[in-house]
């Protein structure tokens, strides 16, 4: 019975300092990682200068975040607010779609880019492949605003329907969080 009692404490007190060299990796791992990915953050800007890149505004210069907003950025060509912008994750068929979405002061949109997705390769992820998808988001407003399967303005991608819905049914949800973030 001693023999047990020893060797189960001798197991703990090798468990616990595994456990404590454990905990000692893991913190100075995440340390590091931390610090890399704020410096990778930091080269890539914020999501204003992500979506002065992407063109989501044509012709804007700079965005700007709404006051007390948390997704909507306005969009200025200078000193005058040509419309707004937004970079947020909706559900895709497979996965989160992060989209961005442009447009201009009366909601109507300007510009829309699949930034990630992992939809079924091939299939779905044809709405990020096919940029003529996304153009034709352009000059569309919230009326119009989902497949022409279902009396919308908006083409599905033949074999990608579902993806195609769901990337429409993101615009029109980011564009009703920016309505409510502006008003």
Do not use: H, R, W
């Not at 995440?30 to 704020?38: C, D, I, K, M, R």
């Not at 949109?109 to 996304?134: A, C, H, L, N, R």
Request: proline share 3%; net charge negative.
């Amino acid at each position: 019975m001693a023999e047990t009692k020893d060797s189960t404490v001798s197991i703990l007190i090798k468990l616990t300092i595994v456990a404590v060299v454990a905990s000692v990796i893991l913190t100075a791992t995440f340390g590091v990682t931390q610090e890399q990915l704020a410096k990778l953050a930091e080269a890539a800007g914020g999501p204003d200068k992500q979506l002065l890149e992407m063109g989501v505004v044509p012709d804007a210069t700079k965005f700007k975040l709404v006051g007390g907003g948390e997704i909507c950025y306005e969009a200025y060509s200078g000193s005058d607010l040509i419309g707004y912008g937004a970079m947020v994750e909706v559900q895709g068929m497979q996965d989160m779609l992060t989209l961005a979405v442009g447009v201009d002061p009366n909601f109507v949109v300007t510009g829309v880019v699949v930034v990630s997705q992992k939809e079924t390769p091939g299939i779905g992820d044809k709405v990020q492949k096919q940029p003529e998808f996304t153009a034709q988001f352009a000059g569309v407003g919230p009326d119009g605003l989902a497949l022409t399967s279902d009396g919308g303005e908006i083409d599905g991608i033949s074999g990608a329907t579902i993806s195609s819905g769901y990337v429409t049914a993101g615009v029109l949800e980011i564009i009703g969080k920016m309505q409510e973030e502006v008003s």
